[in-house]
């Protein structure tokens, strides 16, 4: 009964190869959420859907393309990985996005720790 | 200038002691929320506490509670009589109104170790 999951759960690539990560909620949250923790442990927002629509897009490369088919998933897509691309990646969602009350809750997946060689 | 500031990166407690973890935030927007995340080893986020800006009451939440002071833009975290299991990094982070986006702005963190 997971809430909110992602995989792979560790992911090592080589530069310059394309990889994706899958992410699923199961809370019947309308909003999902991208975020990229870095070595240091400082979390950055990367995108939010709210309702497979597009409300936030942060500065990121645009190697990263996010991918939400259904409420329930979305999906981040990364081409030609780069070194500094390595970190852990966190998937969250929540009940409201966009116009939601001040106590909507970010619930977040187990993160997905990429190291690109 | 950063909106959340977590002063203190390290901190060591001893065992059934309390704890708190500092967080200031910076905001001129009236309406916000401030919550407090627990980030284990493992590696997974866990939501703790949440304290609304209009909220009359300290929030508390079993063992952890939030000493909100708004006039100093304080929203330091309790923890009474820590556990080895409250060792993890600790997230500050706030939202304001009038961003209709409604992100959450966070703060660098604190380690917290607990000893035996």
């Known amino acids: 009964d997971t809430a909110v999951s992602q995989t792979p759960k560790y992911l090592v690539t080589q530069m310059g190869n394309d990889k994706s990560i899958k992410c699923e909620q199961n809370l019947g949250h309308d909003t999902m959420y991208w975020y990229k923790q870095d070595s240091k442990k400082f979390l950055k927002i990367m995108f939010s859907?709210?309702?497979?629509?597009?409300?936030i897009n942060e500065t990121v490369p645009n190697r990263f393309s996010p991918k939400s088919p259904d409420k329930a998933h979305l999906n981040l897509h990364i081409n030609s990985l780069e070194l500094g691309d390595s970190a852990v990646y966190f998937c969250a969602s929540s009940l409201r996005g966009s116009g939601s009350a001040m106590t909507d809750t970010q619930y977040f997946g187990p993160g997905t720790r990429l190291t690109v060689l | 200038a950063q909106k959340i500031t977590q002063t203190q990166p390290g901190m060591f407690v001893q065992e059934k002691e309390a704890v708190t973890l500092d967080c200031t935030y910076d905001?001129?927007?009236?309406?916000?929320?401030l919550f407090w995340y627990k980030q284990p080893s493992s590696g997974e986020m866990i939501f703790l506490i949440y304290q609304g800006s209009y909220d009359q009451q300290n929030a508390t939440e079993g063992r952890y509670s939030l000493n909100f002071q708004k006039a100093r833009k304080s929203a330091n975290l309790v923890i009474s009589a820590s556990q080895l299991g409250d060792s993890a990094m600790y997230f500050c982070a706030m939202r304001e109104a009038l961003d209709s986006n409604y992100q959450l702005i966070w703060g660098a963190g604190t380690k917290l170790i607990i000893k035996p």
């Open positions: 905001t001129s927007d009236p309406s916000y929320g």
């Open positions: 859907y709210n309702n497979k629509e597009l409300i």
